[in-house]
């Protein structure tokens, strides 16, 4: 058992080092000392949003530019790999799955991602394509992820957590920047960028494109995934007035990738094939964000954006989104800091459909309106917050719906903090729940018929619900270590199975065939439980250690009358019940640093896929502050392994292999 | 673009230090040095607790017109907006004498309550209220400490920043002039920079 070597190794050291003495100045009067003396003293700054962060009743990650920077990631999910108990699974070179507290797969409905605030998350099946999530990492100030429920804000679908990644502002990316990147798997990947000013508005303008070689597949020595993209985007920041703020961002992009898909071909003999499928991607956003300062104590925020995409792959769906957000944060007394807000949602889609996938209708217009309110009482001020609110959203397809919550905060002293929380949330059916209809297999039967076996989707759907109840705690133990714990016990009701329906003769599109079918309903229940720990150790000025581990378990069931004896096991068997990470970052020399980290992820049971470990490395060598040269080896430990490789995907699995790129970064 | 050559060299190599042995005896060593260089470290101290002591210091240094002290026995220190002192300028400067004076720490919501405040503390997150602040202060004799970039150039009088961790501070001649404070020589020496017409450093 590696995972537990491992923690053995980090309890040891933790338990080493708790003994030795910190030199610190905090107990003392500093007033008595010179100007002279302290200005010799060598601070450790904590930022408001550290200090906000320390202070928040729910599991919150952040991932701050430095760690963006030295992390080796390649792509967006790569990073959210050092989230402590983050599921992260590749499935082949462009497809991902990634969930938190389980229910991990491609399609993963529980997740929701945004970007500045954005959702990127696609409400046809619920989830991302995170192919197209795709930025350069040099722009993102921070990601913050929430495992947990998140829709007293966010609404629907923020129920196993939310992913926010934060680009930065204008006037931090001034200059031009230029990044260029290849090795055994990205075969190319640059970015071009500029930032300047005029006036009050700083700005900046990229260009990026990669290209990304194909993993061997699971039944092909080519797993034909490769993929490519090429993107263009700006942010524009402005100082409209002293009170006012203006960000205008957009970007579009175009790209293709390949899948290896196995699947129904026709009614007629051969009736299954693999097939490589090519598919087009394209699309873009525009978003404006005002946001006007009335005092310190009152702000609104009002955000529009549009984004419009097209796919075409099987489902062949091309799709447009308006949204309107505005929220409105204000202190009532010394008390209070309410902030309620309201948004609205409409979007137009149309697909195209195959043999295979088809939704039913192909076209829909959907509307998504919510209002929200929340209080933050400092009931003994910066000692013990109640945070109370609720959000009620009306959805196209199963109408209003509450997700109240209540978190408190107790910070127990100076940088010990308590939490605990109760949350209701909601996964809302997404057009394909309610609309699908695929052809998974198709076989002879022995009179030779030919038979499909088919899932269909079901308008009648009601929401998933989740009641969450979560506690955490938060501390800095020593100067230089800090820890923290979440712990949940969730329970799930009306989870989405597939039944078998009544079979019947389908005659058109010919030969006639026997439709063997299932259609989703809410007849899955019960609970999962699980706890996430992990540690920062500022070991010295040089290096960092950041170990962490997570557990999860899940007791779930289908109420008596359903037949469906297989997603429950799914569900189960694909997240690891186990999962491990020790990262470290080393500054070898004042221009030269090495970032290792190494993630054991347990095994996924009904995939048949055993524990593995990943290890990845950074080298980075610095030469002053614009030139930087990386050398970055993923997946040193084993050339093949798989990750993820479950039924339901709509392409082939990959097997992981070790790569390695070279990364030049010149800015100027 | 990079070439392949090295950077699969590089990974082969990676590979062999991460053989176990290796692994383990580079933590070991790894540990060693962490503690050895721990035991030597420097003195650390929280930021704010630092600022705290050094307004303390501020408040010793700089000379008030008579007429703005002698009306008051406590000396009232404002934070505006957010504070992030988070109880440490209570902890390090409240009930302390400054001449004939008592310092007391006060933690406005609003701008608009900054009347009776002999030195007002604007923290980073405050830097969109400073000009406000300013505007409302005109040349009442209050020192204005800040630490948001343009925070001298808006007019204010002494603004924090930091160098390779420590504090370091900047003074703005013209705006204490103006506010008719008197700045000591001993402050304005330690100054990192001192902006205004008695010639710029």
Request: include cysteine.
């Amino acid at each position: 058992m590696n995972f537990l070597l491992a923690l053995s190794l980090i309890s040891t050291v933790v338990i080493s080092t708790a003994g030795l003495a910190w030199p610190q100045e905090n107990s003392a009067d500093l007033t008595a000392r010179s100007l002279e003396d302290l200005m010799n003293i060598e601070v450790t700054s904590v930022s408001k949003k550290e200090q906000k962060l320390s202070q928040t009743a729910s599991a919150i990650f952040v991932i701050t530019t430095d760690e963006i920077k030295r992390s080796g990631a390649r792509t967006i999910p790569d990073l959210l790999r050092m989230v402590p108990g983050m599921d992260v699974a590749q499935i082949s070179s462009n497809v991902w799955a990634i969930s938190a507290r389980g229910f991990n797969g491609e399609f993963a409905d529980k997740l929701l991602v945004m970007v500045d605030g954005r959702s990127v998350f696609l409400p046809t099946f619920s989830g991302v394509f995170w192919d197209t999530v795709d930025l350069p990492f040099e722009d993102i100030e921070r990601i913050e992820v929430i495992r947990g429920p998140g829709g007293t804000i966010w609404g629907a679908n923020a129920v196993n957590g939310v992913i926010n990644i934060i680009t930065k502002n204008g006037s931090e990316t001034r200059g031009g920047l230029i990044v260029a990147e290849g090795g055994n798997l990205t075969h190319g990947a640059e970015t071009l960028q500029y930032g300047g000013n005029f006036r009050n508005t700083n700005y900046r303008i990229f260009t990026r494109h990669f290209d990304q070689s194909h993993l061997p597949g699971l039944v092909l020595p080519d797993g034909q995934d490769q993929w490519h993209l090429w993107h263009g985007g700006f942010r524009s920041d402005s100082r409209v007035s002293a009170k006012d703020d203006l960000t205008v961002e957009g970007d579009l992009y175009t790209g293709y990738f390949s899948d290896l898909t196995h699947s129904l071909t026709s009614f007629a003999s051969p009736i299954q094939g693999t097939a490589i499928l090519q598919n087009y991607v394209g699309g873009g956003f525009l978003q404006t964000d005002w946001n006007r300062r009335y005092s310190a104590s009152s702000e609104t925020k009002l955000q529009i954006s549009f984004d419009d995409y097209a796919r075409n792959d099987n489902l062949r769906e091309e799709r447009k989104t308006i949204n309107i957000d505005f929220q409105h944060r204000f202190a009532a007394g010394t008390r209070h800091d309410f902030v309620w807000g309201v948004d609205y949602r409409y979007s137009v889609s149309a697909t195209g459909g195959n043999l295979r996938i088809s939704l039913i209708p192909p076209d829909r217009n959907t509307n998504l309106y919510s209002a929200f309110i929340q209080d933050e009482m400092a009931l003994i001020p910066d000692r013990l917050a109640l945070t109370i609110g609720t959000k009620l959203e009306h959805n196209y397809y199963t109408g209003f719906g509450a997700m109240p919550s209540a978190r408190v905060a107790w910070t127990v002293r100076r940088h010990h903090t308590v939490w605990g929380a109760v949350s209701r949330a909601l996964d809302t059916p997404s057009a394909v729940d309610a609309s699908i209809n695929l052809n998974v297999a198709g076989f002879f039967l022995p009179n030779g018929t030919p038979a499909v076996v088919r899932v269909l989707g079901n308008p009648k759907l009601l929401d998933e619900t989740l009641l969450a109840y979560e506690a955490g705690y938060r501390a800095q133990l020593l100067k230089s270590l800090s820890l923290d714990i979440a712990a949940y016990f969730n329970s799930y009701s009306q989870v989405a199975s597939l039944e078998p329906a009544a079979r019947f003769l389908e005659t058109t599109p010919g030969p006639p065939h026997l439709v063997v079918p299932s259609m989703y309903e809410n007849l899955i229940k019960g609970n999962t439980r699980g706890v996430e720990t992990a540690l920062h150790w500022k070991v010295n000025e040089r290096w960092t250690l950041a170990p962490a581990y997570a557990f999860q378990q899940f007791d779930l069931s289908t109420e008596p009358r359903s037949l469906d004896t297989q997603t429950v096991n799914d569900i189960k068997g694909s997240s690891p019940q186990h999962w491990a990470r020790l990262g470290s970052d080393l500054k070898l020399f004042r221009s030269l640093s090495w970032d290792a980290s190494g993630n054991f992820v347990g095994r996924l049971k009904s995939q048949g896929i055993p524990s593995y470990v990943r290890a990845d490395s950074q080298l980075t060598w610095s030469a002053g502050e614009s030139l930087s040269f990386s050398l970055v080896g993923q997946n040193l430990l084993r050339d093949r392994h798989l990750e993820f490789s479950s039924q339901l995907s709509s392409a082939l699995s990959g097997y992981m292999k070790r790569s390695a790129y070279a990364k030049l970064t010149w800015t100027f | 673009m990079a070439n392949h050559c090295t950077g699969c060299a590089a990974a082969s190599t990676i590979r062999e230090t991460f053989g176990p042995l290796v692994r383990a005896a580079a933590f070991g060593v790894a540990l060693l040095m962490g503690a050895a260089s721990s035991a030597a470290a420097q003195s650390q101290a929280d930021e704010y607790r630092v600022k705290a002591a050094f307004l303390f210091h501020f408040a010793q240094l700089v000379a008030w017109p008579p007429d703005a002290v002698l009306s008051r026995k406590s000396f009232d220190l404002c934070t505006v907006g957010d504070d992030p002192f988070r109880g440490e300028l209570e902890s390090q400067v409240e009930g302390k004498a400054i001449g004939s004076q008592t310092m007391h720490v006060r933690h406005l919501k609003l701008t608009q309550d900054v009347r009776g405040c002999q030195m007002i503390f604007a923290g980073r997150e405050e830097a969109k209220e400073i000009s406000a602040l300013l505007t409302l202060l005109g040349t009442a004799p209050v020192v204005t400490v800040g630490e948001s970039d343009d925070f001298l150039l808006q007019g204010g009088i002494i603004r924090f920043c930091l160098e390779q961790n420590r504090i370091r501070f900047e003074i703005n001649l013209d705006a204490a002039e103006k506010a008719k404070l008197k700045i000591s020589s001993r402050l304005l020496l330690l100054a990192k920079s001192v902006i205004g017409n008695q010639g710029a450093r």
